[in-house]
T-cell receptor
Framework: ETGVTQSPTHLIKTRGQQVTLRCSSQSGHNTVSWYQQALGQGPQFIFQYYREEENGRGNFPPRFSGLQFPNYSSELNVNALELDDSALYLC???????????FGPGTRLLVL | DAKTTQPPSMDCAEGRAANLPCNHSTISGNEYVYWYRQIHSQGPQYIIHGLKNNETNEMASLIITEDRKSSTLILPHATLRDTAVYYCIAYFGNEKLTFGTGTRLTIIP
């Protein structure tokens, strides 16, 4: 069974740029959640996708957007990057009938 | 989601049992107690979860008090690889996980 994978592992962008982060869910999992983890903090929920639709959103501005594809993989897009967007971005997948979310290794984004 | 309270840090000697407490006095009847850990800069790793009964798996044991207001995660024989931040989360259904600041557990050789 393949676990959750994320790409890229590290990324450096400059303020104002746009970034796309990718996540492949664990085999058979059709729900994907994204989290942002700033240095020294716990992960904060960004949004969740189920059956290609947004299924819940945290307190993040609209410049954070996402997609889910028919194969359940997902993208997180962030427009107009700000310095405070520097963080570890985590993806977690789960089955709708089970509560447990399984996390990928994360993408570390640095905005200069 | 109910708020959980954990000590910010703990030490444990290698080979001893590590007992990590968590208070969740406002937990509702349908919320599970979930434990994750995060080793430096990696994604959180699921450890165990429970509703009312004590649970055990290959990684740890979870003891939940009868009134469900607190719980303890037990790592029976701690190793250096168990050094991590441990998060206790009260969680219902397939929704968002609300992480606090967790407990930083350091295993001492």
């Amino acid at each position: 069974e393949t676990g959750v994978t994320q790409s890229p592992t590290h990324l450096i962008k400059t303020r104002g740029q746009q970034v796309t982060l990718r996540c492949s869910s664990q085999s058979g999992h059709n729900t994907v959640s994204w989290y942002q983890q700033a240095l020294g903090q716990g992960p904060q929920f960004i949004f969740q996708y189920y059956r290609e639709e947004e299924n819940g959103r945290g307190n993040f501005p609209p410049r954070f957007s996402g997609l889910q594809f028919p194969n359940y993989s997902s993208e997180l897009n962030v427009n107009a990057l700000e310095l405070d967007d520097s963080a570890l971005y985590l993806c977690a997948s789960s089955l709708p009938t089970q509560e447990t979310q399984y996390f990928g290794p994360g993408t570390r984004l640095l905005v200069l | 989601d109910a708020k959980t309270t954990q000590p910010p840090s703990m030490d444990c000697a290698e080979g001893r049992a590590a007992n990590l407490p968590c208070n969740h006095s406002t937990i509702s009847g349908n919320e599970y107690v979930y434990w994750y850990r995060q080793i430096h800069s990696q994604g959180p790793q699921y450890i165990i979860h429970g509703l009312k009964n004590n649970e055990t798996n290959e990684m740890a044991s979870l003891i939940i008090t009868e009134d469900r207001k607190s719980s303890t995660l037990i790592l029976p024989h701690a190793t250096l690889r168990d050094t991590a931040v441990y998060y206790c989360i009260a969680y219902f259904g397939n929704e968002k996980l609300t992480f606090g600041t967790g407990t930083r557990l350091t295993i001492i050789p």
